[in-house]
């Protein structure tokens, strides 16, 4: 019985212990970070995987509900040739995406993790190896997690699934990883 108290206790401890996190609404989140992008494309063997930059905005909304705005640039293939003279002309060095949207915040400890849906588009230009500039609306899907350093600063990361919705076909899948740092204010 007193093994019992004593570990209910050091989790009632453990619990009430943990510092808040003080995400609140009115609170604005600005933030930046490296990616990295993977481009799935129709008839080529391997993806194309390349590194960036995103920014974000958020601003909270309700203690769950934040509205964001999203922007990044991913070079996914530098310098690429075809392979010979006939291939498909479909292949992009840069992907670039803009979004806005919601995402549903779990705001219990410094640890935050969120998951949101965007609306936006996206921008394939470059290379010898894409016929022309390709403007595409899409969506993604969105999964993350921060740590709030302190009210101010908060680091983490988050992956984003895209989806163009209108060369499907040609580009199925588009994923980035981002590591997110953040200020905040307006508390």
């Known amino acids: ?8 206790l050091t989790i009632a401890a453990v619990s009430f212990a943990a510092p808040p996190a003080h ?3 009115r609170q604005h989140h600005l933030g930046l970070g490296p990616s990295l992008g ?7 063997s391997t993806a194309s995987i390349g590194g960036g930059g995103s920014i974000h905005y958020a601003y909270g909304l309700s203690d769950q509900w934040n509205l964001t705005i999203e922007g990044g640039s991913v070079v996914v293939a530098a310098n690429q040739k ?8 479909n292949r992009p060095s840069t992907v670039d995406h803009a979004g806005i949207g919601i ?7 410094r640890w935050v993790p969120y998951v949101g849906l965007q609306g936006g588009m996206y921008r394939l230009a470059g290379g010898d190896a894409l016929a022309e500039t390709l403007f595409l609306p899409g969506v993604s899907i969105g999964v993350g997690l921060d740590y709030q350093l302190n009210r101010q600063f908060a680091v983490g990361v988050a992956g984003r699934q895209h989806f163009m919705v209108s ?5 199925p899948s588009y994923t980035t990883a981002v590591l997110r740092f953040e200020y905040m204010w307006g508390y």
């Open 82 to 89: 075809q392979d010979f003279e006939y291939s498909p002309k």
């Open 23 to 25: 995400a609140i609404e």
């Open 103 to 109: 995402a549903y915040v779990i705001d219990i400890l």
């Open 167 to 171: 060369k499907l076909d040609t580009y």
């Open 1 to 8: 019985m007193k093994a019992l108290a004593a570990a209910a």
């Open 38 to 44: 993977i481009l799935s494309i129709d008839g080529k």
